[in-house]
């Protein structure tokens, strides 16, 4: 082991972003250490993972799982110690031993670990951008008590964070930055009418052209919420208010985002649609270390496309700028309608084109409402949220 080599916890480790950052890991097993991998309810993923990353702990969910994944480690012999609950997420990612935290859970979920992790001091690699929706003061708060350190998974957030000036502080704005552009792929149905929308399956939804990602954020990448989301991220992470972020629509997501400065320069990052790319970006900053991702190159894919987004059919992309400019509660209340829509949409209960109706009943009912100062008080907006969202999924199926 080399003596700068890093101790990891990774959240959500069985998802997409868990799985690929577990890929570029065991390229560098010089350089990093598996201490701490959970998943909610995959007993017979987690325990596979367990098995060829031999961590000190695995964390699920819930009891049922937390045996199936006892005896299938048993069976093979692991000595991986399996713990349960939240307060055990809360504990490996802020772990003495860990100094690096992957935090990929997916939705609201990620955040109470994160706080953990950003309480804890720790150098947090932030997928879930949920936390930042949710709870962005909150959680920049405690990483600047705590002295954590955020790196940008999301792969527009890590492009942007690579083209502004190095040791630039979370949470404020760079000098000489005039606007940034976050790219967005247009999802599955970029040309689709609103009346093809209307009947879209999840099938249709979570197919996505370039990107192999969790269904939840594959349906997100289809409203375009998912670019919404992205824009009150990056709000919070580069400290630039609504009027100067922006969408540009770009089909071939090899560009990845962009920041314009003052003197008319434009930097953007360009790589291929692999989210290794900024996972090993973030792992080993401010080196570099292989991913395993193949070049670009450019002859092949012969042109970039760029094009304004569609509000009228995206209208999701509208609420989020809406939420952004409003401040407040109505970040967090967007995104945990959006949650509570998505899933309905996901159980074949909800019209994809309703998932829209359900954030901007929330947003108008709520959203008003200040800003939660702790995270009991952002919990609190996000339950009544919910509970909002669910009564207007009665009517719309009404
Ligand atoms: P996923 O659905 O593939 O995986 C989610 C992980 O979280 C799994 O390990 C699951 O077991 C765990 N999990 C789910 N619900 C949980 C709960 N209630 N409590 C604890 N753990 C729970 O999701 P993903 O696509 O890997 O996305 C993870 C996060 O990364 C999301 O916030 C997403 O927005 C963000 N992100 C993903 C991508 C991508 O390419 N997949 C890109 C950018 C950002
Ligand atoms: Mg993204």
């Known amino acids: 082991m080399q003596p ?26 010089h350089r990093y250490r598996v201490f701490a991998l959970s998943a909610h309810r995959q007993a017979g993923a987690l325990a596979g993972l367990c098995v060829r990353h031999a961590p000190r702990y695995a964390v699920v969910g819930d009891a049922a799982a937390a045996d199936s994944v006892r005896a299938q480690l048993a069976a093979a012999g692991s000595a991986t110690e399996v713990l349960v609950g939240e307060q055990a997420l809360a504990d490996i990612a802020a772990h003495p031993q860990v100094d690096t935290v992957m935090a990929a859970i997916v939705g609201a979920a990620g955040l109470t670990p994160a706080i953990a992790a950003a309480r804890a001091g720790k150098r947090i690699l932030l997928a879930n951008k949920e936390s930042l929706v ?12 705590g002295g954590a350190a955020v790196l940008p998974i999301d792969s527009e957030h890590n492009a942007i964070f690579q083209c502004l000036p190095a040791g630039q502080r979370t949470g404020a704005a760079a000098p000489g930055v005039r606007r940034i552009l976050l790219t967005a792929s247009g999802g599955p149905f970029r040309r689709a009418s609103a009346a093809e929308m209307s ?86 900053h401010p080196e570099r270390i292989d991913s395993g991702v193949a070049p670009l190159s450019l002859a092949e894919i012969g042109r970039l496309d760029f094009e304004a ?29 959006n949650e509570v829509a998505v ?31 702790d995270v009991d008080e952002v919990l609190e907006i996000d339950r009544e949220a919910r509970s909002v969202a669910r009564g207007q999924l009665l009517r719309c199926a009404a």
């Open 199 to 284: 009947q879209a399956t999840p099938e249709q939804a979570c197919a996505h052209p370039n990107w192999s990602m969790g269904r939840k954020i594959s349906v997100d990448s289809a409203t375009m919420m998912n670019k919404g989301l992205e824009l009150i991220e990056a709000s919070y992470l580069f400290g630039l208010p609504e009027a100067r972020l922006g969408v540009l629509v770009h089909p071939q997501s090899i560009v990845h985002s962009m920041v314009e400065y003052e003197d008319g320069s434009m930097l953007a990052q360009l790589g291929n649609p692999d989210m290794r790319t900024p996972i090993a970006h973030a792992l080993a």
């Open 343 to 373: 899933g309905a949409f996901l159980d074949r209960a909800l019209r994809f084109t309703d998932i829209a109706r359900v954030a901007e009943a929330v947003l108008q009912a709520i959203g008003s409402r200040a800003a939660g100062g």
């Open 4 to 29: 700068d080599s890093r101790t990891l916890t990774i959240l959500g480790a069985t998802g997409s972003i868990g799985r690929s950052t577990l890929d570029v890991v065991a390229r560098h097993p």
């Open 309 to 337: 987004p569609d509000l009228q059919r995206f209208p999701c992309l509208g609420l989020a700028h809406d939420a952004l400019r409003a401040g407040g509660a109505a970040p967090c209340a967007l995104n945990a309608a």
């Open 134 to 145: 949710m709870a962005g003061e909150v959680f920049l708060r405690a990483c600047s008590d």
